[in-house]
């Protein structure tokens, strides 16, 4: 298991920026807002968004030991 266990800044952006989004479309339903409800999954869209490309660039976690040792097992099964 990695050491740092997903405390990423990729992550932290992603799960900052969701919970974000959680809650205004939460208030919003209790606001009865319909627009502001959509503006909160559309923020919860944009925190997954984020934190994939920020994932993509380095900024987030790596493929454990395990991971890419069942890639190598997978790619020398396919080679036979």
Known sequence: ??????QT????TAVITML???TVAGLAVVLAMPWLFFV???VVVAGAVAGKVMQMMGLGQTASYHQVGAERRQEQAERR
């Open 1 to 6: 298991m990695s050491d740092n266990h997903g």
């Open 9 to 12: 800044p990729a992550a932290w």
């Open 20 to 22: 974000i989004g959680f």
């Open 40 to 42: 909160g999954l559309g």
